[in-house]
């Protein structure tokens, strides 16, 4: 007996959203009840890919195969839509990723009578994934959008334009909480900041890769000469507490809740940026990424967050001697930046953390510490850097740190030769935990490494980590002291 089928339609939605797409649409072929069930599930996920194939992106838009695909694409959307709207069901979410439609000259109208019908549903998330954007074929978000008013997350991302006419409509998306928009063209740069300072109640906003049309280049295509947002005030957000922005020079955040922000500028050769965070006082979690001299900022600013927790510099050009302080600093990550810094200097009493990803060049010390802190490097492993562990090994200071190593090796950064056991001066520090990472099935590469490893860290422990595809048995971890 099919107890299932006799539970309130509300129970049997919430079955289907817990369900991935492709399942949940396969329940209406069960019984009548399930396909009114289905047809009356306020969420619809739509993606391209599950209609169209890979050669059908090099089909001509005029090839009568791939218009009857998509009027197949296009009916059944539409179907959906309508018949939640006939029944006077609140859409909850509207998601819609046409990545497999390259060229949107004959779905634009479809998708803005879609975005029209779920405004009208009273919509509460709506995502709307595109690709392209390139000459001409921007796909321009309908004005109708601006009266959503139910709307709490809105997602939108590639080859999507919003036109200028934003601007001279009040937009009433009071209820938003998170609005994320990346790759996106804005007809011009006041759109964004207009956009976002009708959302009172975000709480999480990401801008990634936005551009903004040139005004010089009325008579070429939108986005054909296009430049990136230079500049962003986001002030008024009394509940923002988490940003990820991207690709923007000047920000200005007055944000007194913001708690995790991420950063990148990418200035293409530029070395300035304007970052001022002035009133963010209860910042916990900050990653900057791809930054030229940070750290004569940090240095500025971090007293000025002092419930700062975690900080991440990631692929930043840095001095040679940085100096990270924080008083509530708990993790703190440098990774993959430039070869030129030898020195890092950490104040931190309370971290218990810090990730080191890069080469075996800086001395790293710590002035005050946590009897819990731990030191994880990470490093990648050819003949030159084999010679120069040892040395960053016993330069982290002080001794009773403990340090756990992963040690990168593939074909490209093998280890040819049997390796003498390097003397040392004085014990290293306490090495917790030693990981081989290796892309080689020939043991000759890593075997002198480990050899080596036994020898003259004195790690607790030793593990291999192996690439599957190498079809090479897993490396059973060693305990080396009892």
Not at 58 to 81: G, N
Not at 215 to 238: F, M
Request: with cysteine; glycine share 4%; aromatic share 10%.
């Amino acid at each position: 007996m099919d107890r299932i089928s006799g539970l309130p339609k509300a129970i049997l939605h919430d079955i289907l959203g817990m369900l991935p797409d492709k399942d949940a649409a396969k329940t209406c072929v069960l019984s009548k009840l399930w396909k009114e069930t289905w047809f009356s599930f306020p969420v619809l996920s739509v993606c391209s890919k599950n209609f169209f194939t890979r050669r059908d992106l090099l089909s001509s838009p005029e090839d009568p195969i791939w218009l009857a695909k998509l009027d197949v694409f296009t009916e059944y959307v539409t179907k959906r839509l309508m018949r939640l709207r006939d029944q006077g069901i609140v859409i909850k979410e509207l998601k819609l990723n046409l990545g497999y439609l390259l060229d949107y000259t004959h779905v634009s109208h479809h998708v803005d009578q879609w975005i029209q019908m779920a405004s009208e549903s009273g919509v509460q998330v709506l995502e709307l994934r595109l690709t392209g954007g390139g000459m001409g074929s921007w796909y321009n978000l309908p004005i109708c959008l601006a009266e959503a008013k139910s709307l709490n997350k809105l997602v939108l991302s590639g080859g999507i334009r919003l036109d200028p006419a934003f601007l001279n409509h009040s937009l009433k998306f009071s209820s938003m909480r998170i609005l994320s928009l990346s790759h996106i063209l804005f007809g011009d740069e006041g759109v964004m900041e207009h956009f976002i300072s009708h959302c009172p109640l975000i709480e999480h906003l990401t801008l990634h890769f936005c551009n903004v049309d040139n005004p010089l280049s009325n008579e070429d295509p939108p986005g054909s000469r296009d430049y990136r947002v230079k500049s962003l005030s986001l002030h008024g957000l009394q509940k923002l507490k988490g940003a990820s922005l991207q690709y923007i020079k000047e920000v200005y955040i007055g944000a007194p809740n913001l708690e995790n922000l991420i950063y990148r500028a990418n200035l293409d050769g530029d070395e300035s940026f304007v970052l001022n965070l002035d009133s963010c006082t209860n910042l916990k979690c900050l990653s900057l990424l791809y930054l030229t001299n940070p750290d004569k900022w940090l240095r500025e600013l971090l007293y000025k967050i002092p419930f700062l927790e975690s900080l991440t510099l990631y692929r930043c050009i840095l001095s040679e001697r940085i100096d990270i302080s924080g008083p509530q600093l708990k993790f703190f990550e440098l990774s993959n930046c430039d070869d030129n810094v030898e020195e890092v200097n950490i104040d931190a009493p309370n971290l218990l953390s810090c990730t080191y990803m890069g080469d075996d060049k800086p001395i790293v010390s710590f002035e005050r510490i946590s009897d819990q802190l731990e030191v994880n490097a990470y490093i990648y492993m050819d003949q030159q850097h084999f010679y120069g562990l040892s040395e960053f090994v016993q330069n982290i200071k002080p001794r009773k740190v403990l340090t756990s190593l992963s040690l990168f090796i593939n074909e490209g950064r093998i280890i040819t030769e049997s390796l003498p056991i390097l003397q040392v001066s004085s014990r290293p520090p306490s090495i917790k935990h030693v990981q081989l990472r290796v892309v080689t099935d020939k043991e000759a590469h890593y075997l002198p490494l480990m050899s080596w490893l036994l020898s003259s860290c004195f790690p607790e422990s030793i593990s291999f980590s192996l690439q599957p595809y190498l079809k090479m048995k897993p490396f059973i971890v060693i305990s080396m002291r009892c």
